[in-house]
């Protein structure tokens, strides 16, 4: 089983998102990487039901791509380290503005803080 979901609008988002991507000819991990290329796609992604920029950033991580994808683990590592509470771009931002002057790939250090503080909570 590739996926367990055991809310309906979970497996509705799902489904929507699968008939995007086949509607767009994605059929393989590299053709996801390059449509995720084009704001267009992006944009199109964020008219799925229950689909907002943290989704997209995760699916660009599960297909290669190095992305922040703010969730509530990244929002209290910032918040304990005195970050304001911020949009979702401007946190994610941060993040790539601090991975960038620590030398760090974006990706690594989004999920070095999400391991970090899920196993706190």
């Given amino acids: 089983m590739a996926m367990k979901f055991n ?23 590299e ?19 229950g689909v907002g920029p943290k989704s997209i950033d995760y699916i660009g991580n599960l297909v290669g791509r190095s992305h922040v994808a703010v969730d509530v683990h990244l929002r209290a590592f910032a918040v304990d380290a005195g ?9 994610r931002a941060v993040y790539e503005e601090a991975a960038a002057l620590l030398g760090h790939d974006k990706g690594g250090l989004e999920h070095a803080v999400w391991r970090h503080k899920s196993k706190a909570t």
Wanted: aromatic share 4%; hydrophobic share 45%; glycine share 2%.
């Fill in 7 to 29: 809310h309906a609008q979970k497996v509705a988002t799902a489904h929507a998102i699968t008939d995007l991507l086949a509607a767009d000819g994605v059929d393989t991990r």
């Fill in 31 to 49: 053709d996801l990487h390059a449509w995720l290329d084009h704001q267009a796609n992006r944009a199109a992604l964020r008219t799925v039901k």
């Fill in 83 to 91: 970050v304001p509470d911020l949009p979702y771009d401007q946190l």
